[in-house]
């Protein structure tokens, strides 16, 4: 059924060309095609010109100076300039912690943000977390 039915004109026959392809085929699967000399004298220069040089005595892992502290931070901060502006809104947060501004009240109204003011006792830890949800 799904064989074809009308293959006269087909490109591929099989038939005696096939068969003397074949030996061909063979032919030169048998023989591995080996590149010259000279192409493996020009790798090998390319190969030798990109390695490193060869260093005189062992190095020495002593003189590196550990990574400290402050660089990590400094690094994972973005530079000094992120190390800056962490300082700077650290600064701000104390300051306005300290001695708020009287313009800052009007946001919550004075005293309203207080744990006293809703109702929550600050020592028990229970009703903290109750409020966190």
């Known amino acids: 059924m799904t064989e074809r039915k009308d293959t006269k004109g087909d490109l591929f026959q099989v038939g005696t060309?096939?068969?003397g392809l074949e030996s061909f085929f063979a032919e030169a699967r048998a023989e591995a095609p080996q590149p010259g000399g000279d192409f493996l004298a020009r790798i090998e220069a390319q190969a030798l010109a990109e390695q490193p040089a060869v260093r005189?005595?062992?190095?020495?892992?002593?003189?590196?100076?550990?990574?400290?502290?402050?660089?990590?931070?400094?690094?994972?901060?973005g530079g000094w300039a992120g190390m800056a502006g962490?300082?700077?809104?650290?600064?701000?947060?104390?300051?306005?912690?300290?001695?708020?501004?009287?313009?800052l009240t009007i946001f919550w109204g004075g005293d309203a943000a207080a744990l006293g003011t809703i109702g929550v006792d600050?020592?028990?830890?229970?009703?903290?977390a109750l409020m966190e949800g």
């Open 17 to 19: 060309d096939a068969a």
């Open 56 to 77: 005189s005595g062992v190095p020495s892992r002593a003189a590196q100076s550990p990574i400290g502290v402050l660089r990590q931070l400094r690094d994972a901060l």
């Open 86 to 103: 962490l300082a700077t809104a650290c600064a701000a947060g104390i300051w306005i912690g300290v001695s708020p501004p009287d313009g």
């Open 122 to 128: 600050p020592l028990s830890s229970f009703d903290l």
